[in-house]
């Protein structure tokens, strides 16, 4: 049952321009196992994103390149598969929601006819046949069937989303990618979607890639999290190490700068300084400017993942394997 | 959309007197007399007063004009030319089949051609081919057409002898003109085609068509090309209404007659009611071909259909 259904081992991915290069995505390793939700957070530009188009096959070249790693996906290197075997496997295995629903739909194309494509695609069947399923997708993503022949200009930000969620699961994914989908929406709505994602997540028993930087969503949804800071993971564990056992100073500083419904402060705490360019990443952790821990060592050292349990990872010279003790 | 078409027409009317006063006053002022220079420098004050007379250029200017949009709203007449002594409209109704073909030939030639390599020079930006495309679409833009004219028979109809250089007799005769006429306007259509599909290209939408697995080139022609459109047909629609006025040099190089040349040979006799006559009937087509394109528009693209349209259900219950 609980299988690895996909393992990310090493993925560095950079974008390369005529006298730069940008390090986005810079040694990302993790395990995703079947019905697991796990959350991406972390800052604008931290690599997320790039990452799950990498998982997609969808790296923009160029500019991007995969320069290292292995994405295994039901036993295929994903890295390694040629455009026409990863086309089978996009839309239909592995799919994507993506962060602005504005956007994301083709203006001139009718809602049931953007879903009726990906089925279409995968499925031998007939138009007529796929477009009755684009009417049930939208039933369940609760926007009314007949809607189907409407453009997307006819619907609102959120239903937007729900379509392009619907979209998504077309086809019944193994696994789900979900970019940012509540970030461009306001909160009533965002409740909505989170809503219809959670209801996915138990009864379709789908796998997913959270990705966002609100940490009030992946307490809803999330199964792990992944803690992304310049390209890498600096922290990995379940929902409950991280939000209660958090080790690695970046994640603490995240923590720290949510505000407290029982304290009264006048400003939140923050996180010094600004993410360092990815064209211009320093030597050792990349944390080292900002991290209020730092020693000589974080300066020189890119610190290895330690292992505090057997879910637990944690990238800083901070803590060693099997010990949780700050030596500082 | 019926209402919106019928309302499209309605403004022709405005559209066109203005054009008619605008022209009319153009030609008032003008000088030289006309009567003088019909009749020669030999007529007589008398002769010349009496053919004022009978042409009723003797009326005051408003007078004149209201006879003109009289004749035009009541028989239909553009008045009469004064070197031949026919009706204005039968003399360019006899002339205007050839520079319809001409220009058709030429926008349907160009229109393929600018498409096919836009669409590559897009896809394949900065790349070989679309380096040559480009470099070939400026030279296309940038040749002035009687002089590609005048290459194109020098090579092949006096060099080669392959093809005729004038009239209209065969098939053959409309290869060098067509070919005149439509290279700037390829041109044209392949910088717009690029431009429109590049600003495309980069649209999240077509992010999610390929995350759907869809093939490159259906990604390419359904998700690219129908959203680039619209732009691409406003410059055909131009080009086309242009190259309608506009073949005068192409026509007089390969002598086809059509309402070009006869426009050029009007103003060089001050047949003024020919002149008239042929700019109202080409801003007629081109206002008629405007709204062609306005209705196309709303094919091409939903969100401008809905906003002719009065919808039952409101356009957001979400």
Same mark, same amino acid.
């Given at each position: 049952?609980?299988?690895?259904?996909?393992?990310?081992?090493?993925?560095?991915?950079?974008?390369?321009?005529?006298?730069?290069?940008?390090?986005?995505?810079?040694?990302?390793?993790?395990?995703?196992?079947?019905?697991?939700?796990?959350?991406?957070?972390?800052?604008?530009?931290?690599?997320?994103?790039?990452?799950?188009?990498?998982?997609?096959?969808?790296?923009?070249?160029?500019?991007?390149?995969?320069?290292?790693?292995?994405?295994?996906?039901?036993?295929?290197?994903?890295?390694?598969?040629?455009?026409?075997?990863?086309?089978?496997?996009?839309?239909?295995?592995?799919?994507?929601?993506?962060?602005?629903?504005?956007?994301?739909?083709?203006?001139?194309?009718?809602?049931?006819?953007?879903?009726?494509?990906?089925?279409?695609?995968?499925?031998?069947?007939?138009?007529?046949?796929?477009?009755?399923?684009?009417?049930?997708?939208?039933?369940?993503?609760?926007?009314?069937?007949?809607?189907?022949?409407?453009?997307?200009?006819?619907?609102?930000?959120?239903?937007?989303?729900?379509?392009?969620?619907?979209?998504?699961?077309?086809?019944?994914?193994?696994?789900?990618?979900?970019?940012?989908?509540?970030?461009?929406?306001?909160?009533?709505?965002?409740?909505?979607?989170?809503?219809?994602?959670?209801?996915?997540?138990?009864?379709?028993?789908?796998?997913?890639?959270?990705?966002?930087?609100?940490?009030?969503?992946?307490?809803?949804?999330?199964?792990?999290?992944?803690?992304?800071?310049?390209?890498?993971?600096?922290?990995?564990?379940?929902?409950?190490?991280?939000?209660?056992?958090?080790?690695?100073?970046? &994640? @603490?500083?995240?923590? #720290?700068?949510? +505000? %407290?419904?029982?304290?009264?402060?006048?400003?939140?705490? /923050?996180?010094?300084? !600004?993410?360092?360019?990815?064209?211009?990443?320093?030597?050792?952790?990349?944390?080292?400017?900002?991290?209020?821990?730092? &020693? @000589?060592?974080?300066? #020189?050292?890119? +610190? %290895?993942?330690?292992?505090?349990?057997?879910?637990?990872? /944690?990238?800083?010279? !901070?803590?060693?394997?099997?010990?949780?003790?700050?030596?500082? | 959309?019926?209402?919106?078409?019928?309302?499209?027409?309605?403004?022709?009317?405005?559209?066109?007197?203005?054009?008619?006063?605008?022209?009319?006053?153009?030609?008032?002022?003008?000088?030289?007399?006309?009567?003088?220079?019909?009749?020669?420098?030999?007529?007589?004050?008398?002769?010349?007063?009496?053919?004022?007379?009978?042409?009723?250029?003797?009326?005051?200017?408003?007078?004149?004009?209201?006879?003109?949009?009289?004749?035009?709203?009541?028989?239909?007449?553009?008045?009469?030319?004064?070197?031949?002594?026919?009706?204005?409209?039968?003399?360019?109704?006899?002339?205007?089949?050839?520079?319809?073909?001409?220009?058709?030939?030429?926008?349907?030639?160009?229109?393929?051609?600018?498409?096919?390599?836009?669409?590559?020079?897009?896809?394949?930006?900065?790349?070989?081919?679309?380096?040559?495309?480009?470099?070939?679409?400026?030279?296309?833009?940038?040749?002035?057409?009687?002089?590609?004219?005048?290459?194109?028979?020098?090579?092949?109809?006096?060099?080669?002898?392959?093809?005729?250089?004038?009239?209209?007799?065969?098939?053959?005769?409309?290869?060098?003109?067509?070919?005149?006429?439509?290279?700037?306007?390829?041109?044209?259509?392949?910088?717009?085609?690029?431009?429109?599909?590049?600003?495309?290209?980069?649209?999240?939408?077509?992010?999610?068509?390929?995350?759907?697995?869809?093939?490159?080139?259906?990604?390419?022609?359904?998700?690219?090309?129908?959203?680039?459109?619209?732009?691409?047909?406003?410059?055909?629609?131009?080009?086309?209404?242009?190259?309608?006025?506009?073949?005068?040099?192409?026509?007089?190089?390969?002598?086809?007659?059509?309402?070009?040349?006869?426009?050029?040979?009007?103003?060089?006799?001050?047949?003024?009611?020919?002149?008239?006559?042929?700019?109202?009937?080409?801003?007629?087509?081109?206002?008629?071909?405007?709204?062609?394109?306005?209705?196309?528009?709303?094919?091409?693209?939903?969100?401008?259909?809905?906003?002719?349209?009065?919808?039952?259900?409101?356009?957001?219950?979400?």
């Amino acid at each position: 049952m609980n299988e690895k259904l996909l393992e990310v081992k090493d993925l560095v991915i950079h974008y390369f321009t005529d006298d730069e290069e940008a390090c986005a995505v810079n040694g990302i390793s993790f395990d995703l196992k079947e019905q697991e939700v796990v959350g991406f957070v972390g800052e604008t530009g931290a690599g997320k994103t790039t990452t799950a188009l990498g998982i997609m096959g969808l790296v923009p070249a160029p500019p991007g390149k995969v320069l290292n790693g292995e994405i295994i996906f039901e036993g295929k290197d994903i890295v390694k598969l040629s455009e026409a075997e990863l086309r089978k496997i996009r839309g239909d295995k592995i799919t994507m929601i993506f962060q602005d629903p504005m956007t994301s739909l083709n203006p001139v194309l009718t809602v049931g006819e953007q879903i009726a494509e990906v089925i279409l695609l995968h499925n031998k069947i007939s138009r007529k046949e796929a477009i009755e399923r684009a009417k049930e997708m939208l039933e369940m993503v609760g926007i009314p069937g007949e809607r189907h022949e409407e453009y997307p200009h006819q619907f609102s930000g959120g239903m937007k989303q729900r379509v392009v969620i619907a979209i998504a699961l077309a086809c019944s994914p193994a696994l789900l990618i979900a970019d940012e989908p509540t970030t461009a929406l306001d909160v009533t709505i965002q409740a909505q979607v989170l809503a219809l994602m959670k209801r996915l997540k138990t009864d379709l028993k789908t796998s997913m890639i959270m990705i966002t930087h609100d940490l009030g969503v992946v307490a809803e949804i999330c199964d792990k999290v992944a803690i992304i800071y310049a390209g890498e993971i600096v922290e990995f564990g379940t929902l409950a190490e991280i939000f209660e056992d958090h080790r690695h100073p970046y &994640t @603490e500083g995240l923590f #720290n700068s949510i +505000p %407290d419904l029982d304290v009264d402060v006048a400003r939140l705490p /923050v996180i010094k300084g !600004l993410m360092p360019a990815p064209t211009n990443l320093p030597d050792g952790c990349k944390f080292y400017p900002r991290c209020p821990y730092a &020693t @000589e060592r974080c300066k #020189n050292e890119n +610190p %290895d993942r330690v292992t505090i349990t057997d879910t637990h990872i /944690v990238r800083c010279h !901070l803590f060693r394997s099997a010990e949780s003790i700050k030596e500082t | 959309m019926l209402k919106y078409i019928i309302k499209r027409l309605l403004w022709m009317i405005p559209i066109m007197l203005g054009v008619i006063i605008i022209v009319f006053s153009l030609m008032y002022i003008t000088p030289g007399d006309t009567a003088t220079i019909l009749l020669g420098d030999s007529a007589t004050p008398q002769s010349v007063a009496a053919l004022n007379k009978k042409l009723g250029l003797d009326q005051p200017y408003v007078v004149q004009l209201f006879n003109y949009i009289k004749g035009i709203v009541l028989h239909v007449s553009l008045g009469t030319s004064y070197r031949t002594k026919q009706p204005v409209l039968n003399e360019i109704l006899a002339r205007f089949p050839n520079t319809l073909k001409l220009a058709a030939l030429a926008i349907v030639l160009a229109t393929i051609i600018g498409i096919v390599t836009g669409i590559i020079s897009a896809v394949k930006q900065y790349k070989a081919a679309d380096r040559i495309a480009t470099g070939v679409a400026l030279f296309g833009v940038s040749m002035p057409p009687f002089w590609l004219g005048l290459l194109l028979i020098l090579v092949f109809s006096v060099q080669l002898n392959w093809l005729p250089s004038a009239g209209v007799a065969t098939w053959k005769n409309w290869i060098l003109p067509t070919i005149t006429l439509g290279t700037a306007v390829a041109g044209i259509i392949m910088r717009m085609t690029r431009s429109s599909m590049l600003d495309v290209i980069r649209q999240d939408y077509i992010r999610t068509a390929r995350a759907k697995g869809q093939r490159e080139f259906v990604v390419i022609m359904k998700h690219e090309f129908r959203n680039a459109l619209i732009p691409i047909v406003t410059i055909i629609g131009v080009q086309f209404g242009t190259l309608m006025a506009g073949a005068v040099l192409c026509e007089n190089i390969f002598s086809i007659s059509g309402i070009g040349k006869f426009l050029v040979d009007s103003i060089n006799n001050k047949d003024y009611p020919c002149v008239m006559g042929t700019v109202l009937f080409v801003a007629a087509l081109c206002t008629i071909i405007n709204l062609i394109v306005d209705i196309l528009y709303t094919f091409i693209d939903p969100r401008i259909k809905s906003v002719y349209k009065i919808r039952k259900r409101g356009a957001d219950n979400g």
